[in-house]
Each structure stands twice: as structure tokens, then as C-alpha cells.
């Protein structure tokens, strides 16, 4: 995680505890707005943040806590490894439709030059593009990304 999502997570992990130590102290009506940011990290921990990402013969297999995916090999047309700037190159301006913040961004990310990309991010750096022919691409960063590239590219 980089530290710039890191000191996000840490500040949003902190805001049900704070709205629960205000609800106690001045009344129960932020009690509520606590329960829900906690059903929502639940679910973004559950549904949306990828645990693993496991190069297999012929697949990578995207495990989640609640499901798993399957993206045949054969179907990539390019594995790479991307820095910030590489990554702006070939998007262009970008917005996250989805989760972001908390453990990082996660969904959606529309860009200008290649629309809609499925993104699992969890650094705002060292980043794996992986191209699907005619599928939507996906940018991820597996924790060994250089090695990442290797291993799924077959080298």
C-alpha cells in the first residue's frame, strides 16, 4: 500500500470509532452513520478488494473473499509493467467509478484515451497493465509487479 493510501485508510478506519465516541457523548444519533460506514468497509473488504491475484497455468485466478475470477492467459494480448507517468500516457485523465480510499481503488476507472478500465489498485505506483483483446483492459499492482509481468508473460 502506499502511503498515501495508507494514511487514507488509517483516517476512514478512524471515523466510525470517532462518530460512536461523539455519539456517546452528545447522543445516539451518530450511531447509525457509524454502523453504515462499517457495513460499507465490510463489503468493500468483502466484494471489491481483491486478496490475491494467482498465476496459474493458462489463467490468473483474482481471489476476493466472497468470489473468485478466472482470465485466460490466452486472451492477453500485453502484459506490462507501468510507472505514474507511462500509466497517464496511455490513459489520459482518468475518474474511479467504485470503491476508493479505503485499502486503495477498486472498480472502475474511466479514462480518456481507453474508456472504461477494470482497476484493483492498491499503490499509486508500479502498476501491471494487462490487455485483453477485445475486452476491457485491467490495471492492477500485485506485490511483485516486475516479477508479476514475468511469471504471467511467460518469461
Given amino acids: 500500500m502506499s502511503p498515501l493510501i495508507l494514511v487514507l485508510t488509517v483516517f476512514l478506519l478512524a471515523l466510525p470509532a470517532v462518530f460512536l ?7 445516539g444519533w451518530l450511531t447509525l452513520p457509524a454502523l453504515l460506514l462499517l457495513c460499507i468497509y465490510a463489503w468493500v473488504w468483502l466484494w471489491f478488494r481483491p486478496t490475491l491475484f494467482v498465476v496459474r497455468p ?12 478466472q482470465l485466460r492467459r490466452e486472451e ?21 467509478v467504485g ?6 481503488g477498486f472498480g472502475w476507472l474511466w479514462t480518456e484515451k481507453r474508456g472504461v478500465v477494470q482497476m484493483y489498485v ?34
Avoid: C, N, Q, Y
Avoid at 465516541?21 to 447522543?27: C, D, F, L, Q, T
Avoid at 492477453?76 to 474511479?96: A, C, I, N, P, Q
Avoid at 470503491?99 to 486503495?104: E, F, N, T, Y
Avoid at 490487455?131 to 511483485?144: D, K, N, Y
Fill in 76 to 96: 492477453f494480448s500485453e502484459v506490462k509493467h507501468l510507472d505514474r507517468d507511462e500509466l497517464r500516457r496511455r490513459t489520459g485523465w482518468g475518474m474511479r
Fill in 99 to 104: 470503491a476508493g480510499g479505503l485499502w486503495g
Fill in 122 to 155: 492498491s499503490r499509486t505506483d508500479d502498476f501491471v497493465w494487462i490487455e485483453r483483446g477485445g475486452e476491457r483492459p485491467w490495471l492492477i499492482t500485485p506485490e511483485h509487479p516486475a516479477t508479476f509481468v514475468r511469471v504471467l508473460s511467460g518469461r
Fill in 21 to 27: 465516541g461523539m455519539s456517546a457523548v452528545r447522543g
Fill in 58 to 69: 493458462g489463467i490468473l485466478e483474482v481471489i476476493w473473499p466472497l468470489r473468485r475470477r
